[in-house]
């Protein structure tokens, strides 16, 4: 087997399982991309097996700490063992992240649950290259009636690969309804966001909805409702959906009238826009005095990736600020701001810090209430960071003393 020749001082020694091109002392074979490949200290110490790709700047991947292929019974274990940590969580519904790349052992596949249908994202070469052997495991394991490919993420030109949608197994299934904490929305395998819905975010919207009953809730960067639907199922006084997508907004409207969630409304405009025009009217109307009645009991901030790399987590912040900003000067005086991050470029310390200055800057003094992160179907490997990305905090505003 070709092998890499790792660095002394390489984080690969610290637990993580990237090896980067700086990192490598020397090539042996003649490994070709998608390879798997041994890494081997500088020492000659065996540090295990990794997926090979030079034309990315993360080279290697390591899946195993023992010499191990990538053969059929390799994704066969594998996906058992996702499966056995997942129903050990006890989802009661069976909608669920099945692998999530490196926290599974599988760097750079992704493969999301909608009961029987299954959605399949490979995002490393090698990974890519073996999708059908991927297919057959799952074919295996769960009999699933289809399994859609959603190899459409930007992630893919770093590794070299082409944008990929389609049918691996099955046929692609029509729009169809899933219910998760109580609450019906139909999920798009073939067009919707992610592949399908935000079920990172599942159990934040219960978290945040507990908040919700008898208030005013402003649900921004909505996507299909989640938060709005949750809020909406525990009462919400009203419940305002913004997001600039208009497949989204209708998505929205969709699930509130399956639900029945009449007190529900969608609107298609740019967030930043959007809380900016009604800022200035609401300053208009009655001027801030830091202590202000508001338009919004309940906020709730969730906007993509503002940065895909660590060389714009500058102007992620400034963006991050602005919104958080403009939020707190239409929330009430007692009012709940709930806000996520979903870059994990951005640290959750910056995160934090950022909404801090903007609640300076708004004159609203805020006290933390709930810590958010991902659902644990996505899992967080302590020396992989990369592994954990979504971020989150809710907070109340508290009136002036």
Same mark, same amino acid.
């Given at each position: ?230 809020? +909406?199922? &525990?009462? @919400?006084? =009203?419940?305002?959906?913004? !997001? ?5 907004? /209708?998505?929205?409207? %969709? $699930? ?5 969630? +009449?007190? &529900?409304? @969608?609107? =298609?405009?740019?967030?930043? !826009? ?5 800022? /200035?009217?609401?300053? %208009? $109307? ?116």
């Amino acid at each position: 087997m070709p092998a890499l020749i790792v660095k002394p001082r390489a984080r690969l020694y610290e637990g993580h399982e990237w090896v980067y091109a700086t990192e490598i002392q020397r090539v042996t074979g003649q490994p070709q991309p998608g390879d798997v490949v041994e890494l081997i200290s500088a020492r000659n110490r065996p540090l295990g097996s990794a997926i090979y790709n030079p034309e990315s700047q993360i080279v290697a991947r390591r899946f195993s700490r023992r010499k191990q292929d990538l053969d059929a019974d390799f994704f066969v274990r594998r996906l058992e063992r996702a499966r056995d940590y997942r129903e050990g969580l006890g989802f009661a519904e069976p909608v669920y992240r099945l692998v999530w790349s490196e926290a599974d052992g599988l760097p750079g596949v992704v493969i999301d649950r909608y009961g029987d249908a299954f959605v399949l994202q490979t995002l490393t070469l090698a990974m890519d290259q073996r999708k059908n052997l991927i297919a057959d495991a799952l074919e295996r394991l769960f009999s699933p009636r289809c399994l859609v490919e959603r190899n459409d993420s930007p992630i893919r030109k770093a590794e070299g690969l082409p944008s990929v949608t389609g049918m691996l197994r099955g046929e692609m299934p029509a729009p169809f309804e899933i219910e998760i904490g109580g609450v019906r929305q139909m999920v798009d395998l073939g067009g919707g966001q992610k592949t399908g819905i935000y079920l990172d975010q599942v159990d934040n919207y219960a978290a945040v909805a507990r908040r919700a009953a008898g208030r005013r809730v402003l649900d921004c960067f909505c996507n299909q409702g989640g938060f709005a639907l949750h809020a +909406a199922r &525990v009462g @919400a006084r =009203e419940v305002t959906a913004i !997001d600039a997508s208009e497949s989204a907004v /209708a998505a929205t409207l %969709a $699930n509130a009238k399956l639900n029945g969630f +009449a007190a &529900v409304q @969608a609107v =298609e405009a740019n967030v930043f !826009d959007f809380l900016k025009d009604l800022e /200035a009217k609401h300053t %208009a $109307n009655a001027p801030d005095s830091g202590d202000s009645a508001g338009l919004y009991d309940l906020i709730v901030l969730d906007p993509p990736s503002f940065t895909r790399n660590r060389k714009s987590v500058g102007d992620a912040l400034r963006g991050y600020k602005e919104i958080h900003l403009r939020a707190l000067k239409l929330l009430s005086r007692d009012g709940i701001l709930a806000t996520f991050c979903c870059s994990h470029h951005v640290s959750r310390e910056e995160f934090y810090a950022v909404i801090g200055e903007a609640s300076v800057d708004a004159r609203r003094t805020l006290r933390l209430l709930e810590t958010h992160g991902q659902r644990l179907d996505h899992p967080v490997i302590a020396t992989v960071p990369e592994t954990e990305y979504l971020k989150g905090f809710t907070f109340q505003a508290i009136a002036g003393w």
